[in-house]
């Protein structure tokens, strides 16, 4: 059976990346817009009407703008925006969250793909609070390294200019410093927190690739757990996903000789789930390439499971 699909939004970062990822598959008729009505309400209309799947690569008014003009039963979204992430009418696009989840994207009409951000965050906290291991109310705090291409074009084109100011932009930059993200309304939402997390994200002078770092103290645990049964909890529980690793708990040997990059996973839709620890703290930290698994390669992803294709295609693990 063939597909037709239509980016919205084809011209920007998850756009492409997207088109990149699809444009191999023999099973799929890529629908284009001409680019001078790329904003006409009318030939969007069309098009949005004519696919059996729509990706929304959007600003959130945008987005929310093309799901008024689907009139069609046909047409399946899938929004790469914030705007439907918090929203109960719309799945959330992180299958290995919990077989809850991988249901409702199969048979949703709406399915809001996870921003970058939560994705490594909520693969952390979600187990952990489902199953007790950490309260509802514990006091999360977050620290998350991104490249500059999760900022969108205009900071893409800021980094990337030859009359960029170096000595601005090559330090790390920790950034949203009122504590408003636009992601943690997800990451409380999703991972059931009862209150949002101390969230701190760090841009960095490299393109692509993520890391997510939450810290847990030990004593304030309802129950005391050693970093290794934290690992094997975490092992069980994303045993068998194919996107999904955590890597062996081995004190004596971390990775990367004692230095965890964040761009191990580029270029794959690869997430993996790191445990660090001692007697009295734990280190949880995701990596993972935040174009891929933390924007279009989840987006495809979720196609897949939509059309009951293979989960993998057009994916690299």
């Known amino acids: 059976m063939r597909y037709r699909i239509f980016v919205d939004g084809q011209e920007g970062t998850t756009g492409l990346k997207i088109h990149e990822r699809l444009e191999n598959l023999n099973n799929i008729d890529i629908l284009q817009i001409d680019p ?3 904003k006409d309400p009318a030939e969007r209309s069309k098009l949005l009407n004519m696919a059996d799947v729509v990706f929304l690569c959007l600003p959130d008014a945008a987005a929310r703008e093309s799901v008024s003009l689907v009139s069609s039963t046909g047409t399946r979204i899938i929004d790469a925006s914030t705007a439907h992430r918090t929203d109960n009418q719309w799945a959330y696009g992180f299958p290995e969250l919990s077989t809850a989840h991988r249901d ?4 949703s009409q709406r399915v809001s793909v996870p921003g970058c951000h939560a994705s490594g965050f909520n693969l952390i906290m979600y187990p952990l609070i489902k199953e007790g291991i950490v309260p509802a109310d514990y006091p999360v705090t977050c620290h998350s390294i991104s490249g500059y291409s999760g900022a969108g074009k205009k900071m ?14 090559k330090s790390p930059r920790l950034y949203a410093l009122g504590l408003q993200h636009k992601h943690l309304p997800e990451m409380k939402k999703v991972s059931g927190l009862s209150f949002a997390p101390l969230f701190s994200p760090i841009i960095g002078d490299y393109y692509q690739g993520m890391s997510v770092s939450i810290p847990l103290t030990l004593r304030l645990l309802p129950k005391k757990y050693s970093a290794g049964e ?6 069980e529980y994303y045993k068998g996903q194919h996107f999904v690793s955590v890597p062996d708990f081995d004190p004596g040997n971390f990775p990367g000789n004692g230095y965890l990059s964040a761009t191990a996973c580029n ?43 293979d989960e993998a295609t057009g994916l690299k693990k």
């Open 36 to 38: 001078e009505k790329r």
């Open 156 to 169: 893409i084109e800021q980094y990337e200019s030859i009359s960029r100011d170096d000595s601005e932009l």
């Open 104 to 107: 409702a994207i199969k048979t």
């Open 267 to 309: 270029g794959t839709n690869r997430i993996e789930l790191h445990v660090f620890g001692n007697d009295d703290q734990i280190l949880l930290v995701s990596r993972f390439d935040n174009l891929g698994k933390g924007a279009s390669g989840a987006a495809v992803q979720c196609m897949n499971i939509m059309l009951g294709l």
């Open 230 to 235: 934290i690992h094997a909890f975490l092992s």
